[in-house]
C-alpha cells in the first residue's frame, strides 16, 4: 500500500486505512481496531487485559507496522529491572565517556507484556515515560519518538505472583479494552490466513509517522461546544457522587474523554464533537479509573455498570 501524505479532510479515510491495514492481520476485532488507532490519534496508552493468544502481541505489532513505527516489546517479570525499561548509562572505555544505552521504552510502539507480573518500582519506570514522553536517567533528560504509545497487556485470569496496577498507574492509560474470541467464521478465516504464512510478514505501511502526527494534531483541533465540555464535567462529577464509587473521574479522566471523542468525531468526518461520540467511549475511557467500594465489590457489579449508569444518569446536550 501506497505512503499517504495528510490532507485536509481525508482524516476519516486515512483513519479508515490505518483500522484497514491492520485488520487484513488482525481479523474480526474491527471495533478493537478503530479503538487502537483512537487511542494512538488521541496520544494515549492502552490497557489490553485478556487471556493469552488472543491476538494482543499481533495487535500492536501490526499497528507498528501499519505506522512505520519502531517496535519494542518488553517482557515484564518479577527480576526486570527499571534501567531495563529506560535504559542506563554505561561506562565506554574506548572512548572514556559515559554513553547512554536507551531501552526498549524508546520504540515507537511499546508492548509492555504481562506489565502486572513486575514489581511496582518497574512499573512505575513507565509513569514519566507514559506522562511526559521523556525520560530522565541520571539527571539528563532523553525526549521520547513521537509517535509514541504503550500498550500493556495483563491476563485477569491468573493474579499470582501479580502485582496488581496502582490508580496512579491506571489513570496513565487512555483506554482499557478486552480483544475476546474471535467469531466462528473470523477464526475460520484466521486458520486459512495464517496456515501457512504469518499476515504481519506481508504487511506493508499505510502512513508514515509525519502523517500519524499531522492526524493527531488535526484531532486535537475538532471543536468541542461549551455545551459538550459541560456534559463532560457534569459526568465527572456524577462519578465522583455515585454512591458506588469511592474515587470517581480524575481531571486527567476529563481531558481523556475529550481527546478520545475528538478522535472519533474526526473518524467519522466531523469537525465538531457530538454526545454520542462522548457516550461510545465512555466504558474503554472511564471504566479503568473507576474505585468501587466494598460493598459494590462484595456484589460484583463491573465498573461498566457504574459507568453506563452514570451515562444514563446525565442529560446530554441538545444544542
Known amino acids: 500500500m501506497a505512503l499517504q501524505e495528510p490532507e485536509e479532510g481525508l482524516f476519516a479515510e486515512q483513519f479508515q486505512s490505518i483500522t484497514g491495514n491492520i485488520g487484513r492481520a488482525i481479523m474480526g476485532k474491527s471495533d478493537v481496531l478503530d479503538l487502537a488507532v483512537t487511542c494512538l490519534l488521541a496520544e494515549g496508552h492502552l490497557l489490553i487485559e485478556d487471556a493469552p493468544g488472543v491476538g494482543k502481541t499481533s495487535l500492536a505489532k501490526a499497528l507498528a507496522i501499519t505506522v512505520q513505527a519502531e517496535f519494542g516489546r518488553i517482557q515484564f517479570t518479577p527480576d526486570l529491572l527499571p534501567s531495563d525499561v529506560v535504559g542506563a548509562t554505561i561506562w565506554n572505555r574506548?572512548?572514556?565517556t559515559l554513553d547512554f544505552q536507551p531501552g526498549p521504552v524508546f520504540s515507537g510502539i511499546v508492548v509492555a507484556d504481562e506489565i502486572n507480573r513486575a514489581s511496582p518500582k518497574t512499573q512505575s519506570a513507565l509513569l514519566e515515560a507514559m506522562a511526559e514522553r521523556q525520560v530522565t536517567v541520571d539527571g539528563t533528560t532523553h525526549p521520547?519518538?513521537?509517535?509514541?504509545?504503550?500498550?500493556?497487556?495483563?491476563n485477569p485470569l491468573e493474579h499470582e505472583g501479580t502485582y496488581p496496577l496502582p490508580e496512579s498507574q491506571l489513570d496513565r492509560f487512555l483506554m482499557r479494552v478486552e480483544v475476546g474470541y474471535p467469531s466462528r467464521q473470523a477464526?475460520?478465516?484466521?486458520?486459512?490466513?495464517h496456515g501457512t504464512a504469518n499476515p504481519l510478514d506481508s504487511l506493508r505501511p499505510a502512513l508514515d509517522p509525519q502523517a500519524v502526527n499531522a492526524l493527531a494534531d488535526h484531532a486535537g483541533a475538532v471543536f468541542t461546544a461549551p455545551g459538550i465540555k459541560r456534559y463532560l464535567v457534569q459526568i465527572a462529577n456524577a462519578t465522583r457522587d455515585h454512591p458506588s464509587l469511592i474515587l470517581g473521574m480524575s481531571t486527567r479522566a476529563t481531558l481523556a474523554l475529550q481527546r478520545a471523542s475528538r478522535v472519533r468525531a474526526a473518524s467519522q468526518g466531523r469537525d465538531y464533537v457530538l454526545p454520542d461520540d462522548i457516550k461510545q467511549l465512555a466504558v474503554p475511557v472511564l471504566a479503568h479509573r473507576l474505585l468501587l467500594n466494598p460493598q459494590a465489590r462484595a456484589r460484583g457489579t463491573p465498573p461498566a455498570q457504574i459507568v453506563d449508569e452514570v451515562m444514563g444518569s446525565v442529560p446530554a446536550p441538545v444544542d
Open 94 to 96: 574506548a572512548a572514556n
Open 144 to 154: 521520547l519518538p513521537r509517535p509514541f504509545m504503550v500498550i500493556a497487556t495483563q
Open 187 to 193: 477464526e475460520l478465516d484466521i486458520l486459512d490466513a
